[in-house]
């Protein structure tokens, strides 16, 4: 696996699996609006797009509390400018730490929609740690967790507090009861 899309992918089908449901990804270009909130830009993309299958969406980003949120919905342009490196400039000798990954997933099938989120708090690293996971997860040591940063857990540990993965149990649960 190499794209971050890759990788949302990959976290999103195998929880989807989990309530017998099967995902195919798309390669169809999105409008994507500016807001603050996730579950704004995935709602607004899902609607503009005129495609008559059972289809969704999802936005994500990393929110850090002593920046107001930033980079929140800039997170993959942080990534492709600043990168890990410059998010730990910014937080250089700063004691409070505080994030959160937020993810919202928007599904429509004919004329229903719904739209879920999830969300997993914790703390910016020090330093970057692990080579698991994508984009920010090296930096991204969660709360329930036991210090290590997401890039040093499996994907399986991941899974079980994830911000996609919370979104998307919630999207399956709503689907199984259907
Ligand atoms: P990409 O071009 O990176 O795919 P996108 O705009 O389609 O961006 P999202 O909104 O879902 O992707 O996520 C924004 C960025 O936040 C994305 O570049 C990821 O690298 C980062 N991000 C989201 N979820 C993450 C996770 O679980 N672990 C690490 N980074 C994550």
């Not at 879920?116 to 330093?127: D, H, Q, S």
Request: a negative charge; hydrophobic letters at 35%; aromatic letters at 10%.
């Amino acid at each position: 696996m190499g794209t971050s899309s890759d990788h949302k992918y990959e976290e999103a089908r195998e929880v989807l699996a989990e309530f017998g449901v099967e995902l195919e990804r798309l390669s169809i270009d999105r409008v994507e609006i500016q807001a603050d909130d996730p579950e704004l830009i995935a709602e607004y993309s899902l609607k503009v797009l005129d495609v008559d299958i059972p289809i969704l969406i999802e936005d994500a980003g990393l929110y850090i509390d002593k920046y107001y949120g930033f980079p929140g919905p800039y997170s993959s342009y942080a990534l492709r400018t600043i990168d890990n490196e410059g998010i730990l400039k910014l937080m250089e000798g700063e004691t409070e730490r505080g994030a959160r990954y937020l993810s919202a997933v928007a599904f429509r099938d004919g004329d229903t929609s719904v739209t879920f989120t999830g969300e997993v708090g914790g703390r910016i690293a020090e330093e970057m740690r692990g080579t698991n996971g994508f984009g920010y997860d090296p930096i991204f040591m969660p709360e329930e967790g036991d210090g290590r940063t997401f890039g040093e857990m499996s994907a399986v540990e991941k899974a079980r507090i994830s911000h996609r993965a919370r979104a998307f149990r919630k999207l399956g649960e709503w689907l199984e009861a259907d």
